[in-house]
């Protein structure tokens, strides 16, 4: 390879002129000769700078409303041609082909106009061919040709250039790959699109495209790696589209955890407060009432213990009062959609505490995919965006359930829906009192859950478990009655579950004989 590639030709094409005159103009200062196409040439123009037309080199006009413009062989001839290449010197000479020693092109706004919800057709129209053409036809020739898809490398680039007159073969290569890169994902937002457009939730090849977010400290534990990407996919409120107010940088399990919060909170309307707390991705504590701190008083009742360097997730802006309360808890996040001055200043005293406002709430029914990998592979699967309704109910029971029992256990069922399984969650006006997680059997979640609520009514000086009349919810059916009448026990009056057992007949004579009122959703909220 060789040590440095003269740069005396740019062929400049972008979509995003951010910063492009600039750069430009200090090519030119260094004597590098500029060729580009339609508004970026117009561009360069009015600013002073000579450039020569890409219709003037391949003399074919730009034609067809601009798709036929840069798809000529003394454009890719100029960008593949290999120099030290008898051969292609020949061509070159006999084909009047100039050589193009830097290309900058950025390409049309594909994902922005998907995102902004445009028509097929203007989709279609954003639509890169000849951006992504030049750009792999520059970055498989790099030995002799620098290619520049990211503005953030004008600066490096400009300094080599400024400097040696030319690329240095490690610089070219980096920008080699990070273009390769580009039209990877750029040809990945098209192909996901596609498969949208066509309602092919699994197509035959499926691609995967992220844009780098950050390099984290470290991932799950110390010794592993980890960062965080941007799926490219139309925004979905939560980590990935919230401004980071304060407080140390977020860890792989922030990330992870604040997440969890987030799309649980997403459950609620925005009408009526709620709050969650999260720790390793499970909730300690939810609640919805009147008031935003009742909430979060309520939350925190139901696992004091577990809230401590917890994730809260509030679904309304966050005030100055609450944020008063949060911070007397030690606490790692708090996502919000939005926070008052107060609030913020609160936050203040408490450098480490990290403040994430992600401008919306989750929509719980929104379509997406959820991708698990696996040893060679990976699994991937429909959002479990089902929202259970008291219409979908089924009374299995004599005993039918008071209007109170069932807002608890639609509550309640909520909440399932975001507990590793098997979960148990029992709940009592409008907040959880008792959480069962991840155990491999539903007697112990049972038992858990309520274990936690004889503690937590300890730490909180109440005469009985906070269970005592409360509601209980399964993310699955009891196989066996066992653990409903563990729930029973707690002090449980009306059960949901999702029914389908081979053995409900049983469960539900276990339920009436107990007194219970119980309900089935026809609905598996596994989570795993």
Request: proline fraction near 4%; aromatic fraction near 6%.
């Amino acid at each position: 390879m060789t040590d440095l590639t003269p740069v005396r030709r740019a062929l400049i094409s972008v979509s995003d002129k951010e910063g492009i005159v600039d750069f430009a103009k200090r090519l030119a200062a260094s004597g590098v000769d500029l060729i580009s196409t339609g508004g970026t040439a117009k561009a360069l123009r009015d600013a002073g700078l000579a450039v020569s037309d890409v219709s003037d080199i391949t003399e074919f006009p730009e034609m067809m409303d601009g798709r036929i413009k840069t798809l000529h062989p003394r454009v890719h001839g100029g960008l593949l041609a290999l120099r030290d290449d008898a051969g292609h010197k020949k061509s070159m000479e006999d084909h009047k082909i100039d050589g193009i020693d830097l290309l900058v092109v950025n390409l049309y706004p594909f994902e922005a106009t998907v995102a902004k919800g445009a028509e097929f057709a203007d989709c279609i129209e954003n639509i890169d061919i000849g951006g992504p053409a030049m750009i792999r036809a520059a970055a498989k020739n790099h030995r002799f040709v620098g290619v520049v898809t990211d503005p953030a490398d004008y600066e490096t680039v400009l300094t080599e250039v400024e400097k040696d007159g030319g690329l240095k073969d490690n610089t070219k290569r980096h920008l080699a790959a990070k273009a390769f890169a580009k039209t990877a994902a750029y040809d990945s937002a098209i192909s996901g699109w596609f498969a949208t457009q066509n309602g092919d939730a699994f197509p035959k090849n499926y691609t995967l495209a992220g844009r780098l977010d950050n390099v984290l400290r470290y991932g799950e534990n110390p010794h592993q790696q980890a960062a965080f990407y941007h799926s490219g996919v139309s925004a979905r409120p939560g980590v990935a589209t919230a401004r980071q107010i304060q407080g140390k940088e977020l860890s792989y399990n922030n990330l992870n955890d604040t997440d969890a919060a987030y799309e649980l909170i997403g459950e609620f309307d925005q009408s009526k407060p709620a709050v969650a707390i999260i720790k390793h991705a499970n909730p300690c504590g939810v609640a919805t009432a009147d008031d935003a701190i009742s909430a979060y008083e309520a939350a925190l009742r139901c696992d004091p213990v577990s809230a401590f360097g917890g994730i809260v997730a509030l679904n309304q802006k966050l005030t100055g009062p609450l944020a008063e309360k949060i911070v007397k808890v030690f606490t790692e996040v708090v996502i919000a959609p939005d926070a008052d001055d107060d609030a913020i200043a609160v936050f203040a005293a408490k450098k480490n505490l990290r403040l994430l406002l992600a401008g919306g709430i989750p929509a719980p029914d929104t379509a997406g995919q959820i991708i698990k990998p696996l040893a060679g592979g990976f699994l991937v699967q429909s959002r479990d965006n089902k929202v259970i309704s008291a219409n979908d109910l089924k009374v299995v029971t004599k005993r039918k359930p008071t209007d109170q029992e069932l807002a608890d256990m639609l509550f309640a069922f909520k909440v399932a829906k975001h507990v590793k399984s098997n979960a148990i969650v029992y709940a009592k006006d409008g907040a959880t009192v008792g959480v069962g997680a991840g155990q491999m059997s539903r007697l112990d979640s049972s038992r858990i859950a309520a274990r936690k609520a004889i503690d937590a009514a300890e730490a909180c000086g109440a005469a009985k478990p906070l269970t005592d009349a409360s509601v209980v919810a399964s993310d699955a059916f009891f196989p066996f009655a066992d653990g409903l009448l563990a729930a029973a026990e707690a002090g449980a009056t009306a059960v949901i579950q999702p029914g389908g057992s081979i053995r409900d007949e049983d469960v539900i004579a276990a339920a009436d004989e107990a007194g219970l009122a119980m309900v089935f959703t026809g609905v598996r909220h596994f989570r795993h």
